[in-house]
């Protein structure tokens, strides 16, 4: 299972992407405002420079037309860029019609643009151009998830710990979308979204999502453990006698 951050905090990125782990950003416009960010543009693009993952990127609007404009729009700021749209009627609609034609990621205004070697890798492969990849969102029922997919969703991100919170199974949902997926033979990657603690992230791993996002916090909590603090205490403080003996 790939892990994400679920993130516009650039230090928190920087951070899961010097361990290695990171395969991928989610945004949502809470996560914006919490950063401050003023500039989606540059910031998402800058989030492209530190990791160089796929990017969610989430429309501000209920309107399938605003919804497709603003998903085309944020397709040209990096290849790197996932267009994240909300799961209600007109989301699908503008799902449709977002991967119906391809975009060119223009990267026009990155403050790397010159010499950026994530930019020349996406030309030598040729996939600059392409149909913009869509992460539908705010899953709470394995109907809309059947139907995000269906419109053209490569990505589905049923909210697990929300689920959980009004009391239902949030990692029962990954499971039943993960079982549709396999008895239909069917394309789709399950992002399980909302995590809430570490046992939420072997339970999604073990009921089929292919990939986990999570609040950084969480990240922290996956590694940590108290046994590892005390023998690496124990290590540590036996290496220090043997030099003094
Ligand atoms: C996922 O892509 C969402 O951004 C995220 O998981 C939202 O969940 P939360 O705000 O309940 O944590």
């Known amino acids: ?8 905090q650039l230090d928190e990125v920087r951070a899961a992407h010097r361990w290695g782990v990171l395969r991928g950003v989610t945004t949502n416009p809470s996560h914006m405002a919490k950063a401050g960010v003023r500039d989606m543009r540059a910031h998402i693009q800058e989030i492209c420079w530190i ?4 990017t969610s990127t989430e429309v501000v609007t209920t309107d399938a037309d605003e ?4 998903g ?5 700021w990096s290849p790197n860029v996932v267009v994240k749209i909300p799961t209600i009627p007109a989301g699908l609609e503008a799902i449709a019609q977002i991967t119906r034609e391809p975009v060119t990621a223009t990267c026009s205004g990155c403050a790397h643009f ?3 070697p994530i930019r020349a890798r996406h030309i030598a492969q040729g996939t600059m151009t392409r149909r913009p990849e869509v992460n539908a969102t705010l899953i709470f029922a394995t109907n809309q998830a059947i139907l995000a997919l269906a419109a053209g969703a490569t990505y589905v991100s049923p909210f697990v710990g929300r689920l ?14 993960a079982e549709v997926l396999q008895v239909q033979a069917e394309e789709g ?3 399980a979204a909302a995590l809430r603690h570490p046992m939420h992230v072997t339970q999604v791993a073990k009921a089929g999502a292919h990939i986990a996002t999570m609040a950084y916090p969480l990240l ?11 023998g690496l205490a124990d290590f540590m403080a036996d290496y220090e006698r043997s030099k003094q003996a």
């Open 1 to 8: 299972m790939e892990l994400y951050l679920d993130t516009a």
């Open 51 to 54: 990791a160089d993952v796929p």
């Open 67 to 70: 919804m497709v404009h603003q």
């Open 72 to 76: 085309r729009e944020f397709a040209t």
């Open 114 to 116: 010159t010499d950026c």
């Open 164 to 177: 959980d919170a009004i009391g239902e199974d949030g990692v029962q949902l990954v499971a039943d979308i």
């Open 189 to 191: 990657r399950i992002i």
């Open 220 to 230: 922290l909590q996956m590694v940590e453990h108290p046994l590892t603090e005390k």
